[in-house]
């Protein structure tokens, strides 16, 4: 088995692959593509085919915790067929490059999702909606998995909350996935895990008198610290590349301290934002990890028959965020 897998997979291409941050506006979706548009660009010149940007990178993300259904409706769009999503399209094929960002959805029937897309110069290829949305109480979650092809690699998308949920990425995998594109709007809120905490935004205000401070925050216990306990693991555990993207600076309220990166099968950082800036950073991804690593051959040891009734068995999801606890339907 693993002699056939890695001859299959001895005819992939390596792919060059970015991943950005960048301090989105809130409700501002002109500035925000304008950085999608800029930071594309400025990826193809450097060689990458694709480039992922974070959660509602689009729209805006933490602000949408105080709107209203009618509010979401104006703010959310049909995909296939809205603006953002052609614009996306528009700005793929101008920097000639496969985007993947995130934006609020609608559909005909007005039910809101927490959409993630990606789009080539050709159109839409995937859309993911979140499986398990929680910043307005009106989203509905999404019911499927997402993988499909682009350059003869499989890749998935699993939105923020998602990837926690260990599961879900192992599904991801197990459905093909070889890169999952992991986007986020994470880290530096409150908690009950030790450390954890809002970083003090008045330092934002003067960020490069306040750089070194930033830095010790962003890494510490209420940021990098606590993202090192678990996302290496995701991709180590299932033998993926794992494109992790999160912002930088304000989103409304909240600091945010981007660190958007690219792990490996073996769990190895191969690419990661350091500055306090926008930016991106590129790592080309080799087929051949995808079975040296030693996630694939525990994927190939499973005995499905052990524990198949006992995660299949009937369970009542319940979704609690800590900082989150006073929202309720407008």
């Not at 999702?113 to 159109?123: D, E, I, L, Q, S």
């Not at 197990?174 to 809120?189: E, Y």
């Not at 079975?291 to 994927?299: D, E, I, L």
């Amino acid at each position: 088995m693993i002699g056939k897998a890695r001859k299959r997979y001895s005819y992939m291409e390596k792919t060059t692959i970015a991943t950005a941050q960048f301090e989105h506006r809130s409700n501002d979706k002109n500035y925000n593509l304008s950085i999608i548009d800029k930071l594309s660009k400025q990826a193809t010149e450097k060689g990458a085919m694709m480039i992922a940007f974070h959660e509602c990178s689009v729209t805006g993300y933490t602000f949408a915790r105080h709107l209203s259904k009618e509010q979401m409706l104006e703010l959310a769009e049909l995909i296939p067929g809205g603006q953002s999503t052609d614009s996306l399209i528009g700005i793929a094929r101008k920097n000639n490059i496969a985007i993947l960002a995130g934006l609020f959805e609608k559909d005909a029937d007005d039910n809101l999702f927490k959409a993630y897309v990606c789009v080539t110069k050709h159109g839409l290829i995937a859309k993911h909606r979140k499986l398990h949305p929680f910043i307005n109480p009106y989203l509905t979650p999404g019911d499927r998995y997402t993988v499909f092809d682009h350059e003869g690699w499989k890749c998935g998308i699993l939105v923020c909350y998602d990837n926690n949920v260990i599961e879900n990425v192992r599904a991801t995998a197990l459905l093909g996935a070889q890169i999952i594109f992991m986007p986020h709007v994470t880290m530096c809120t409150p908690s009950t895990r030790p450390g954890a905490g809002f970083v003090d935004a008045e330092l934002w205000k003067d960020k490069l008198s306040n750089a070194e401070i930033l830095r010790k925050e962003f890494d510490g216990s209420k940021g990098r610290e606590w993202l090192m306990k678990w996302l290496p693991a995701r991709a180590y555990d299932n033998g993926i590349y794992a494109v992790f993207s999160n912002p930088i600076g304000m989103d409304d309220d909240q600091l945010k301290n981007g660190c958007s990166m690219i792990i490996d099968p073996f769990g190895d950082i191969i690419a990661e934002c350091r500055s306090l800036n926008d930016e991106f950073v590129i790592a080309e991804l080799a087929p051949g990890k995808l079975t040296q690593a030693g996630g694939y051959r525990y994927t190939q040891a499973r005995r499905p028959e052990l524990y198949k009734d006992v995660i299949g068995a009937n369970h009542k999801a319940q979704l609690k965020i800590s900082w989150m606890s006073e929202v309720t339907p407008n």
